[in-house]
Each structure stands twice: as C-alpha cells, then as structure tokens.
C-alpha cells in the first residue's frame, strides 16, 4: 500500500513545481522531498519524475498517479473533517451565486460573519455554468444556480423561488406594448432570457428581444436600473436585484397578469462531506432566500 506522506510528497511537488518550495510548504528538507519520491519509485517499480537540472516532469506513470493520488488525499482530508474538530461557526466557507441573489445573501451573510467573527465568507458571483463547474472542481462549498445542471457531480435541490420584474422609469403608468417599444430594451447578460420568460407570456406581440430598439446595454447587476430610473429605457430582472436597486423611488414594478418565477437552486458536489461550517451557511441562506420575493 502506497505511503500517504509519500503521496503528499509527491502531489505537493507537482503543485508546486520546485523542491525547495514543496520542502518549506511541507517543514521538511529538500532531501526528505527526494527521499520520499525515490521511495515511491523503488515501490512502484518505476520513474516518476524526469529531472533536468532544477526542474522536472512528470512521466506518464507520475501523471497517473498525480491525479489518482490528488483524489486519494482528498478523500483521507474528508475524513479527517469527519472524525476531527468540526465547529459550526469557524473556518472559511466558499460561496457562489448569479448576481441578483448575490445583491440579497452576500450582505445577510456578511451579518452572519459579524456575529461569528470566526467564520469567514469567501463569496463570488458568477454565471450557472461557472457555478456548476466550481463546485464540480471542489473550488466552493456552497452555489446557487438558477438552472439544472449538467454534471453529475453537482447535486441541486430546489430551494426558493425568484420573480421576473418588468421594470419601466417612473413615468410609465401603463407598460402598454406600444410603451415598451418607444423606451426600448436596456439588456443585460440575461436580458434576452429574463425578457423572453416574462413578456412572451404576457404580450401576444412579443416574438424575441430585437423587436426593442436597445437602449442600453450593463453587465454589472447594480448598475442595471440606472438607465432605467434615468426614463433611457424598460428592463427585465429577477426581483433580489430590483429590491436591492437604491433608488426605488425612480422606477416603477411592474407586476404583470402572468407572473414569472425563476427557481432557485442550492448546489453541493455529491460526494464530499458537509462541515458544520457549510452546514450554517446552508441554513443562513435559506432563512434569507425563501419566502423573499419581492412582491
């Protein structure tokens, strides 16, 4: 059976790519490193490492045993979080959400923090497709997606629902077709989707997007509304985002005969270990996110 400290030995100098580093990050000598690679050459029966001067690489068997051994360890640190200490309010937890909720949670989270400087909330928005891919690659504890994913190391659960909002300046009464079509679109990167979701259901008229002249175009969440409060043009978006927009007294919602809901769901990857840790943040999020739509 292959030596886990050898093993660590190993995959910490190909992470790392130097021996005098890997010895540092390990508090061992750079001979203790060469010691444990020889040794799992000798077990293995064969080279592992091509060197050439200071540097090296990796033969086909080190690339085999680099990315089994990576799994191998990762399995023996799960453990180890399993059977050791396991506090429910410290430690790093590693999140990620599209924009609009992220507007909502990552402040009630960081309140979360405040209570317990301990834990500490790594937060990052991004797209569902990022998203789904972080958690497969074990680079977040934690993501909410607002579509199923296509991996099968991601397990989703439906966990709330979000409103689609037709949002208009604040002159706009009546968000009659002929009304939207004289403001036209200001988009964003879901523009196109949120807008197709809603007004196709709610305007006989609407065919796609390009219908509306485009008025303006944001991809940064909270800066969306701008346009619109400035009476520039009419936007589609998931209600955290219009509740978390500052100048609500510049823009009217629009709530349409055919309301649209986006799902929302929370995603873990399906086969590492919950820490009590994620645990809270996983309840944090639901208090904050069920029953929230903006009505």
């Avoid at 990620?96 to 834990?119: E, F, I, T």
């Avoid at 002159?171 to 007004?199: C, K, M, R, T």
Wanted: aromatic share 6%.
């Amino acid at each position: 059976m292959i030596n886990p400290v050898w093993l660590r030995s190993f995959c910490t100098l190909v992470d790392v790519g130097h021996f005098t580093r890997t010895a540092e990050r390990l508090n061992m000598t750079q001979s203790g490193v060469s010691q444990h690679i020889h040794k799992l050459e000798q077990q293995l029966g064969r080279p592992l490492l091509v060197r050439e001067g200071k540097s090296f690489t990796l033969t086909s068997a080190g690339e085999r045993l680099y990315h089994e051994g990576r799994a191998l360890l990762l399995s023996l640190k799960n453990i180890e979080q399993r059977i050791g200490a396991d506090p429910s309010h410290e430690g790093i937890v590693k999140i990620a959400s599209p924009g609009s909720v992220g507007l909502k949670l990552y402040p009630y989270l960081l309140g979360l923090q405040q209570r317990h400087p301990g834990l500490v909330i790594d937060y990052r928005f991004a797209p569902n497709r990022d998203i789904e891919q972080l958690i497969a690659e074990h680079k977040v504890d934690v993501g909410l997606m607002t579509s199923a994913s296509t991996l099968a190391e991601v397990n989703l659960r439906p966990l709330a629902e979000e409103a689609l909002l037709l949002v208009t300046p604040l002159s706009v009464i009546e968000p009659s077709w002929e009304n939207l079509l004289a403001l036209g679109f200001i988009d964003h990167p879901d523009g196109a989707y949120h807008a197709g979701q809603l007004l196709s259901v709610n305007y006989p008229e609407f065919q796609h997007c390009e219908q509306f002249k485009k008025s303006g175009f944001s991809n940064q969440i909270h800066l969306i509304l701008e346009p619109v409060c400035r009476g520039i043009g009419f936007t589609v978006l998931p209600s955290h985002a219009v509740g978390a927009f500052k100048h609500q007294e510049k823009i009217n919602l629009h709530h349409l005969p055919r309301p649209v809901h986006e799902t929302l769901y929370i995603g873990l990857h399906r086969n590492k270990f919950t820490p009590n840790r994620v645990s809270t943040v996983i309840s944090a999020t639901e208090k904050c996110l069920k029953d929230s739509d903006v009505q």
